[in-house]
């Protein structure tokens, strides 16, 4: 496969997330890279975090492996406390260089938040069934499934998520 040209592929900064819950991430820019590449049993897409941005709301998967790479900048990875990570329970700084994963299946809910001034740049994974995932976001009256979005009664969202 050669090189991908990142400027030539489309950056967005959609998300099928129904409000409120969609404010924190209109910071949050990406490519999806997989489809440009042809790949076609994993996502990966690179992003870039605006200052104040969210890369997502705190959330963790049921049926997909999560993996991400920081390049540039760096920003407050947020954990559950008390998950079992390691050292980095609850709060910790992402700089370039570093790589963190979660296993599917772990209840560990997780985002990255950019607390600093500058745009911090990184690499996102996942491999999983798609069509089979589902997961919850601990801090919200949210949960996903491969159709969108639920309130945790139950009670179905509008929004879709976005592929």
């Known amino acids: 496969m050669p090189k991908l040209d990142l400027d030539a592929i489309p950056q967005t900064n959609a998300t099928g997330y129904p ?3 969609d404010d924190e991430v209109q910071g949050r820019w990406y490519r999806r ?3 440009v590449a042809g790949l076609t049993r994993m996502g990966v897409s690179h992003v870039t975090l605006k200052p104040g941005a969210w890369s997502s709301q705190r959330h963790w998967h049921r049926e997909e492996d999560e ?3 920081m390049l540039e900048g760096e920003a407050v990875l947020v954990e559950d406390p008390g998950s079992g990570s390691g ?3 609850g709060e910790s ?3 370039p260089g570093d ?3 979660w296993a599917a299946g772990a209840k560990n809910g997780h985002h990255l938040q950019n607390r600093s001034d500058a745009d911090c740049i990184f690499v996102a994974i996942s491999a999983g069934p798609k069509d089979k995932d589902s997961g919850e976001y601990p801090d919200i009256d949210m949960v ?3 159709e969108g979005y639920a309130r945790k009664d139950g009670t179905r969202y509008a929004a879709k998520r976005t592929p």
């Open 19 to 21: 409000a409120p819950f």
């Open 33 to 35: 890279l997989a489809p």
């Open 67 to 69: 993996l991400l790479v």
């Open 87 to 89: 050292a980095g329970d």
């Open 93 to 95: 700084i992402v700089r």
């Open 99 to 101: 790589v963190v994963a």
């Open 144 to 146: 996903f499934d491969a």
